[in-house]
């Protein structure tokens, strides 16, 4: 089983930046999927960020809406997962959540095969979520 717990959200106004934090902890495989999503009032959950950490090289991708603004790292093989977000825009508000492929060993050896697995909410483990709210 693992466990993510996020943290660092908050309020800040249109162009600021916040930086989350993932702490996880629990039984993983040698290759892992990891992953930033994050649902506004009244929408889908949807994926925002992706780390893959193993036995291949790190690689990362992200959706087009974060590109430039958005990045993912992680330190201590995914122990700690960061979402570094800068120039945040108001339809950036939501509850933003830390997650985990449950199979990411089995399959992915890139980013963009942990973006496609973890695509399906039951594939993951997930944190609680924090808030960021972002004000015009």
């Known amino acids: 089983q693992v466990r993510l717990v996020e943290s660092g959200g908050g309020s800040v106004q249109a162009g600021g930046s916040l930086r989350l934090s993932c702490a996880a902890s629990?039984?993983?495989?040698?290759?892992?999927?990891m992953g930033w999503f994050r649902q506004a009032p009244g929408k889908e959950r949807e994926g925002v960020n992706y780390?893959?950490?193993?036995?291949?090289?790190?690689?990362?991708d992200s959706v087009d809406s974060v590109k430039g603004r958005f990045t993912i790292s992680q330190e201590n093989f995914g122990n700690t997962v960061y979402l570094q977000m800068s120039g945040l825009k108001p339809e950036d508000t939501g509850m933003y959540y830390c997650?985990?492929?449950?199979?990411?060993?089995?399959?992915?050896?890139?980013?963009?095969?942990?973006?496609?697995?973890?695509?399906?909410?039951?594939?993951?483990?997930w944190g609680q979520g924090t808030q960021v709210t972002v004000s015009s």
């Open positions: 997650a985990a492929l449950i199979d990411g060993g089995t399959f992915c050896r890139n980013a963009y095969c942990c973006r496609l697995m973890m695509a399906r909410s039951e594939s993951n483990y």
């Open positions: 780390i893959y950490i193993g036995s291949q090289p790190e690689s990362k």
């Open positions: 629990g039984h993983f495989a040698d290759n892992k999927c």
